[in-house]
Each structure stands twice: as C-alpha cells, then as structure tokens.
C-alpha cells in the first residue's frame, strides 16, 4: 500500500514541495499505519519496492502540458514530412555557455580526505550556438561574447552553406531568435528559410538541452580545466568533432525527446 499512498505527493502529508525522502516515507507510515520506522529500514523497503533515490527534473509551472503532447504527435511529424516534401534541411537549434571550471569531477583521494581544487572564479565563457539534424549530423557556432541577434543571423547563414541552401530551423523562444533583424533575414530568403518555434516552457522537446549539450560538458569534456578561453574553445571544437563521428548517438537525443525518426 505504501507505493499507492505516496503517488499522492509529498505535499498532499503537509510537506512542502513534492521531493520524498526516507525521513518523510518514515512519518507517512507512521501517520497511515501507526508504526515507527527508523529512516534507514524506510531505505530497504523502498529498495524492496524497487523505489530508487534519483535526481528530478524541472519543469516550469506554465508549461501547456496538452500542447507539448501535440506538438510531439502532431507537429513533429507533420515537420518531418514538409521538409521531406519540400527537400529541406531539418535543424533544431540551441545555445548554451562553456565556462573554464569544469563540470563534474572525480579524483581518487584519501579517505576522509576531501581533495581540494583551486580555481580562479570567473564569468568568462564561450557562448555556442548549436543545429542537429535528425541524420545525426551537428554544426556549431563559438563566439567569446554573448549571443546577439546578428549572431544568429550568422549561423542561419552559415547552415545554409553547410547543411543546404533550403532549410525548416526549429528553435525556441529565445529573444535573440525573435531580433527584428533575424526576421529581415528569414523573410528576405523568400521561403528558402523557414522557421518553427517549439512551445513555450519545453526545453525537454529540444535534443539539445538534456542531450547535446549535456553529451559535450560531461561527457566529451569531462573532468578537464582549461587554462584560458582560448584553450577552452580548442577542446570544445575537438569534443564537437568526436560527437561528429557519433551520428547514432545524435540520433539518440532525438528519441531521448521523444521524437520519433521514423524511416520513411
């Protein structure tokens, strides 16, 4: 019963928050049957009940969870079949920030001796901005700046030299994508280019966000510190050249998504 009890929720009991640990599966038993277990025995009956503790994840509270339902059964491939049809280059594009302190990172040490790393604090950052395509394919582009409006009318133009003159971008909301000179850009193409825009509050729709980008810091570039943002920018363009010759693995972001790669 006890599985049946916690699907209500951790603030259906009064909690603030919907995050169970053991200490509060300990005070639902206890509320609901009587009986008072110490937190580490609530650990092997939840391990008994193949209940694991893992990390969450984040949803904003906006999000229209019947529209991003649609737009995954509907949408997507409606999209697939008009770049089909239309013989077009189909991107979903992104941005993030490489920073010079590393991701996540392990070292053996002492036990009980927790290893220390000295780092210089800093905000200096790569800002790349990124295309896949469901053939598994990537294209990049690095700038030492923050991302503007002509930065993206720069990498719409470098997509149409490298991944074909005709093409249906996928991208979110981001200001920089809604630039009045990025919808010069796009309407001055005269169809060449055509633009969709995921629903709002949907990262998760995007290959890139718990994907690509996740691929490249932690695991491509894991446990390495950079000197500079000049030896950062070589390591991120080595890492996006090894996920080049990766194209199942790109494809893979893909259905992590949920967006189904259908073969015809």
């Not at 509320?31 to 893992?54: C, N």
Request: hydrophobic share 40%.
């Amino acid at each position: 019963m006890i599985p049946e009890f916690l699907s209500h929720g951790a603030e259906a009991y009064g909690f603030r928050g919907e995050v169970w640990t053991s200490a509060r599966v300990a005070a639902v038993i206890q509320e609901e049957f009587g009986i008072r277990y110490h937190k580490d025995h609530v650990r092997r009956l939840l391990q008994a009940l193949h209940w694991t503790p893992q990390m969450p994840i984040t949803r904003a509270v906006q999000r229209d969870e019947a529209a991003i339902v649609r737009w995954r059964q509907e949408t997507w491939p409606h999209l697939r079949q008009q770049a089909r049809r239309e013989q077009r280059t189909l991107v979903l594009t992104d941005e993030s920030g490489f920073y010079l302190l590393p991701g996540l990172v392990r070292t053996y040490a002492p036990e009980a001796q927790t290893p220390i790393l000295r780092e210089k604090l800093t905000r200096d950052h790569l800002s790349v901005m990124g295309a896949l395509t469901p053939e598994g394919k990537v294209y990049t582009l690095v700038r030492q700046e923050s991302l503007n409006g002509c930065h993206t009318v720069e990498f719409l133009l470098h997509l149409r030299r490298v991944a074909g003159p005709r093409l249906l971008v996928i991208w979110d909301g981001s200001p920089i994508h809604r630039r009045q000179e990025v919808q010069e850009f796009v309407d001055a193409t005269q169809g060449r280019i055509c633009v969709e825009a995921l629903p709002a509050y949907a990262p998760d729709l995007n290959p890139w966000d718990e994907g690509g980008w996740h691929h490249l810091k932690h695991v491509e570039m894991r446990n390495l510190v950079c000197r500079d943002l000049e030896e950062l920018h070589e390591q991120s363009h080595l890492a996006v050249a090894r996920l080049r010759h990766k194209p199942h693995l790109i494809q893979s972001f893909f259905a992590q998504a949920g967006l189904i790669l259908d073969k015809t």
